[in-house]
RNA sequence: GUCCCCGUAGCUCAAUGGAUAGAGCAACAGCCUUCUAAGCUGUGGGCUGCGCGUUCGAUUCGCGCCGGGGACACCA
């Protein structure tokens, strides 16, 4: 038996030789066959007069039962105290015959197992290379805006993996998002005063001139520029570099009693704009920024928005203000300001705004969620930080509530987990134990230099390709792991480049490209032939290959990009079982060879927008 | 003390309340004169921290313990 599908591009449908149409405007083939399978179900539960709401139709763990699977009999035996295994039955004798079912079948306790004849699974392909860098995609999120805050690191510091762990979650979630149809806007907060600002300010000033000669002022600095270092005079990257000066500026402001009272004098004169003084600050983040914006470049970070937090850290108290006028707030007798959510939110008070009058953090957030708010009316606003910071955050979520900013079910904490070094415990300067984003990435790189065949590239595009390659390795060693999980971060499999990694499939993906390069025949890509009898490695990989797009919304809604990645691997693994097992180009019988060029360059296009999604580029070769 | 997160193979981690709890690493045994061996095939390895409960069915939900981490009003 040799069935022929062809794609009609005028209908945009699917014939099906045994008559079936199935719409494709909106719908792949294997999305229209589990629509009209649940309806089917829903009709025969009908006819017998059955309830089983929210019945589910998922893919049976054991592939042998086939690729649908309900639990309507479980339910249906619930209500009506019968046994489910009697109702599957029941339910199997009475379903009708569909055009894209070949077996239905009862297993053990209950389950009614469906398969998908060969033939329409295998429709799927021509969905695949249709729909191209779109297919796996879906309009669920069509008309949604939301908000994301991701990656904001302060200013004087070097870039870590805990950075790291933040904004490849975000991108990915961001990227995954947008794939779903969400309109997604990035924005970031970047805390750039302060007395942390002010100490590393202070350690430039110390710690930074040429020829250090007592204590050197401002006013010194401000004339005589030249005799400071630079992060090229120093031979640094210039992250490092101030990264380095604020640790030295830390320990002073903490020994050094005159110190610490000229560090708070230039805290106390920025707010005074003191011009000299923003000249020295605006010096020193300028090369933080340089630093920063490096190293999000390689990893290929995005924000739509800064929000610089000398902008709006005065406007806070505005909001505490109001909130004690209009009574949603209380003054303490030492003129503190505290909040009123244990009783409305079942949170615990917290102070908005110190005796002294002078702001908090969570003070100048208020006024921050507002110009959120107003900047981009976004249905919902999410916040990707550590999960220490999580009532602070709900506190603030509820006291915009009650000041009519947000609304306190659209604003999300989405935490994740610590990132330990494995062995060590908590990563800290203290223990410096500090991994930073740079020198992870390097690491890698030289790791995977190493291991690539020198006679095949030329020196530029190894590097090229051992950047993707070991950006991959590290993005994927976190994304792989759910959101929650606190992570035991092990710099060697971090690198890996075997197993379920990055890598693997990069290299999965490139070995389908290439393999698609050598191809010297005409392939009709639109056309599908399906072969006599399908070996394992096939069945086994078609069947799998039209799940990409229900991993995605999955990964969507859980706000965890790790199903993606485990999904990647697992397709990776099912290609490179056929890879090895059986010639693609080489294979004699025609339709077969055709076969398996149509599964290569289909899982090829999954992989590649699968990797596309968690923010992760694929090599022309490797 | 209160609240939140976590506890699964030696290690690192998966598993919308479903079927025999799965991967990777590590260990062991194999596969390159054929499309890239960053690959493939096979073996061993588990009272899912403990107990009780809900359920036809619990790693998953509830309660109570034990263990690890974090947060708890004028730090950011």
Known sequence: MCLVLQLSFLTFSVRISVGIIIPMEENTTMQSVREKLSEAIEKTLGKLGIEAPGFSLEHPQDETYGDFSTNAAFLAGKKLGKPPLHLAEELKENFPSLDFISDVSVAKPGFLNFRVKSEVVASELLDILRLQEKYGSNSKGKGKKWLLEHTSPNPNKAMHIGHLRNNVIG??????????????????????RGIAIAKLMWGFLQFARKTPAGTATIDSWFSH????????????RPDRFVDDLYVKGEKDFSE??????????????????????????????????EGQSRTLARLMS???KVWHEHEHYEKGKEFVERGLREGIFRKLEDGAVLTDLESKYGIADTILMKSDGTALYITQDLALTELKHDAFDAGKMFWLIGPEQSLAMRQMFAACDQLGINRYDDCIHLSYGRMNIKGQGKMSSRLGNVIYIDDLIDLAKEEIMKRMDD?????EEAESIAEKVAVGAVKYSILKVG????????????????????????????????????LEEEVDFKKIVIPDSLNIEEESLLRYLYRFG????????????????????????????????????????????????????????????GLTVLNIEVPERM
């Open 550 to 609: 229900e991993t995605v919304l999955e990964s969507t809604e859980s706000y965890s990009p790790h199903f993606v990645c485990t999904y990647l691997h697992e397709l990776s693994k099912r290609y490179n079982a056929l890879y090895n097992e059986h010639m693609i180009l080489r294979e004699p019988d025609e339709k077969m060879r055709h076969f398996r060029i149509l599964l290569t360059a289909a899982t090829g296009q999954i992989l590649r927008n």
């Open 256 to 289: 050094n009693e005159e110190s610490a009272k000229a560090v708070r004098k230039i805290v106390v004169d920025w707010e005074a704009h003191d011009k000299k003084v923003w000249a020295l600050w605006e010096h020193v983040l300028k090369y933080s920024y």
């Open 302 to 304: 995005r924000w739509d």
């Open 225 to 236: 520029q030249d005799d400071w270092h630079t992060p090229e005079s120093e031979g640094m």
């Open 455 to 459: 006679s095949q590239f030329s020196k």
């Open 483 to 518: 959101r929650t999980m606190n992570m035991e971060f092990d710099i060697e499999s971090s690198i890996a480049f075997e197993g379920n990694s990055g890598p693997y499939i990069q290299y999965t993906c490139v070995r389908t490209q290439s393999l698609l390069k050598k």
């Open 171 to 192: 991108m990915a979630l961001a990227k995954i998002w947008e794939f779903s149809g969400i309109k997604v806007t990035l924005d970031c907060i970047d805390n750039n």
